[in-house]
C-alpha cells in the first residue's frame, strides 16, 4: 500500500482495554496486556511508512483515581513493557521519550523511564512518545507559570510570547504538532489529551477497541486522513 500524503505526526488516544476485557470475562489488566500487542502492530506500521513521530495517551493524570490494585498492575506493565521491548527499540532505531508529570511514577517505574530514554536517545527512524501521567491542562497551566517567572526574572520579554514560545515550554517542546489525532473505542472527545498541539490536527474516530487497533486499522485511518483537505484556515 502506497500514500501520496502522510502524516508526519500521529497521535493515538488508546481507548477501550477495560471494555474489551469485560466483554470477555477477564481482569481489566488483560485488556491492556492485549493493548501492548497493538502498540507494536502500530509502531510497526509506521515504521513501514516512514512516519516519523508518534505519541500515544499510555496513562493520563486522572487515571491515578483508580482502584490502587489497577495502577500498580499497569505501572507493573509499564516497566516490563519497558524492558522486554528496548532491543527491539534500540535495534529500530527508535527513540523512546516520555511527557507528562513523571516524577508522580514509582521509583521503579521513573529509573525504568530514564534509563530507556537515554539508551534510545540517538534512534534517528521514529520517536515514539509515551504520555505518563499526563494531563494537557495541567501541561498548559505549568507551561505559563514558567513562562510567568521567566517574564518577572527578565528572562523574556512579555512582547516575546508567540505560538513558537508557548510551544517551547509545553512537555512536547521539539517535537512537531500532530497531523492526525486517531481514538478508539467510539468515544468522541479528546479526554484533556494534547489540546494546544492539536488545534489542526484532522480527527479520526473508530469503534474499534485499542486490544483490536492493529496495522489494518492503522492503514484505514491513514486512507481517511490521505482524502483530507487541510487549509489551516485559508480558503
Do not use: C
Not at 4 to 14: D, E, F, G, S, T
Amino acid at each position: 500500500m502506497t500514500f501520496k500524503n502522510l502524516p508526519r505526526h500521529i497521535a493515538v488516544i488508546m481507548d477501550g482495554n477495560g471494555r474489551w476485557a469485560k466483554k470477555r470475562n477477564l481482569d481489566r489488566i488483560y485488556g491492556h496486556i492485549e493493548g501492548i500487542k497493538s502498540l507494536k502492530s502500530v509502531v510497526e506500521g509506521v515504521i513501514e511508512y516512514k512516519i516519523k513521530y508518534l505519541t500515544v495517551y499510555a496513562f493520563s493524570s486522572e487515571n491515578w483515581q483508580r482502584p490502587e490494585n489497577e495502577v500498580d498492575s499497569l505501572m507493573e506493565l509499564l516497566d516490563e513493557y519497558i524492558e522486554l521491548e528496548l532491543p527491539y527499540l534500540i535495534k529500530n532505531k527508535i527513540r523512546l521519550n516520555f511527557i507528562g508529570d513523571i516524577g508522580r511514577l514509582p521509583d521503579k517505574s521513573k529509573t525504568a523511564v530514564s534509563k530507556a530514554a537515554e539508551k534510545t536517545k540517538n534512534g534517528g527512524e521514529l520517536t515514539l512518545t509515551l504520555a505518563l501521567s499526563y494531563g494537557s491542562k495541567e501541561e498548559i497551566l505549568n507551561a505559563v507559570s514558567k513562562i510567568a517567572e521567566d517574564v518577572k526574572k527578565g528572562a523574556i520579554e512579555f512582547t516575546d510570547i508567540n505560538d513558537k514560545l508557548f510551544s517551547s515550554y509545553l512537555y512536547t517542546a521539539g517535537t512537531p504538532d500532530p497531523d492526525l489525532l486517531i481514538r478508539t473505542s467510539g468515544e468522541l472527545r479528546l479526554s484533556n489529551f494534547m489540546l494546544y498541539q492539536t488545534a489542526y490536527a484532522e480527527l479520526y474516530f473508530t469503534k474499534t477497541l485499542w486490544p483490536d487497533f492493529r496495522k489494518k486499522n492503522l492503514i484505514a485511518a491513514l486512507k481517511n486522513y490521505e482524502k483530507r483537505i487541510r487549509r489551516f484556515g485559508k480558503t
